[in-house]
């Protein structure tokens, strides 16, 4: 069925050192994959996303990169901050099968911890 | 104020009982859906609006109701509560779907006793 998978589950490091969080998704359709960041008490919130026909995309800090042959995708943090520290979640739009619309499939989440 | 406002932030409720959670968009997108957020889980879609008059189901539909009469409120109804019900609930909505960016609420912490 439809399904993204999201590792590692939790993510220590310290201020400075880089973050790399991976995804995969088993529908091969599937054509555009955001992520999304969540501060405590707070709705989540789209940190960047990439589209299908692109294998990486940069902003400042923050870059995500996509392999549609292996159906993974990544979000790496470089040169992290304490206020990087939050629940990031991967997700993939999922086309209908008939008809319908798009779905979004979300990844269970990896707590970030940057440590100062 | 311009954004999505859910309502209530907090709610206790009786196993069995009827509760509504409200949902508000100021945008006019076109698009509104509602997840419930639990430990392990991630965000779990529970039912997507594409336009006033159109729902459809997500992954965890059951024990849920929806209805969307005017493009602004997308209003989600557990008819009879239950404890597996217990979770944080989160509505979004985005202008052209699920291939755009989704901006979500607050989020509404439902405990089911």
């Known amino acids: 069925g439809e399904n993204v998978e999201q590792h590692p589950s939790t993510l220590s490091v310290q201020e400075g050192d880089s973050a790399v969080i991976k995804c995969t998704y088993s529908?091969?359709?599937?054509?555009?994959f955001p992520w999304y960041k969540q501060e405590l008490g707070k709705g989540p919130q789209l940190i960047i996303d990439i589209r299908s026909n692109v294998g990486e995309k940069k902003d400042q800090r923050i870059a995500v990169t996509l392999n549609k042959t292996a159906k993974h995708f990544s979000l790496h943090i470089t040169e992290t901050q304490p206020e990087d520290s939050a629940v990031y979640f991967c997700?993939?739009?999922?086309?209908?099968?008939?008809?319908?619309?798009?779905?979004?499939?979300f990844g269970a989440g990896t707590r970030l911890a940057v440590h100062p | 104020d311009a954004g999505i406002t859910q309502s209530p932030r907090y709610k206790i409720t009786e196993t069995g009982r009827q509760v509504t959670l409200m949902c508000h968009q100021t945008w006019s997108h076109s698009y509104m859906f509602w997840y419930r957020q639990d430990l392990g889980h991630g965000l779990r879609l529970i039912y997507y609006s594409a336009a006033a008059d159109i729902t459809d189901k997500g992954e965890v539909p059951d024990g849920y109701v929806v209805s969307r009469s005017k493009t602004e409120n997308f209003p989600l109804t557990l008819e009879s509560a239950t404890r597996s019900q217990t979770s944080v609930y989160f509505c979004?909505?985005?202008?052209?779907?699920?291939?755009?960016?989704?901006?979500f609420g607050q989020g509404t912490r439902l405990t089911v006793v």
């Open positions: 529908d091969s359709a599937s054509n555009y």
């Open positions: 997700a993939a739009s999922i086309p209908p099968r008939s008809g319908g619309y798009n779905k979004l499939i």
């Open positions: 979004a909505s985005s202008d052209t779907g699920s291939n755009t960016e989704a901006f």
